[in-house]
């Protein structure tokens, strides 16, 4: 029993070890893998932001060429 507790610790000892250890390669690409989509999700936000308030000013300016128009027309 003492010598099946000693293996059962060692065991826990080792696997926690290995967790402790430096992420690898292949881990440090997911998560830069994963900043890279978040960056890119928060970029095509603001820009879709950006576009939907160009087209709103675009239609003011339309509207405020019309009514100069209008103006002068009369």
Do not use: F, H, Y
Request: aromatic share 2%.
């Amino acid at each position: 029993m003492k010598k099946l507790n000693i293996i059962l610790i060692s065991t826990i000892i080792a696997l926690l070890a290995g967790c402790s250890s430096a992420p690898t390669l292949g881990d440090q690409m997911v998560d830069r893998g994963n900043e890279l989509i978040k960056e890119g999700n928060t970029e095509w936000e603001q820009g879709t932001l950006l576009v939907e308030q160009g087209k709103a000013k675009v239609e003011r300016g339309n509207r405020m060429i019309e009514d100069g128009k209008q103006i002068d027309v009369n």
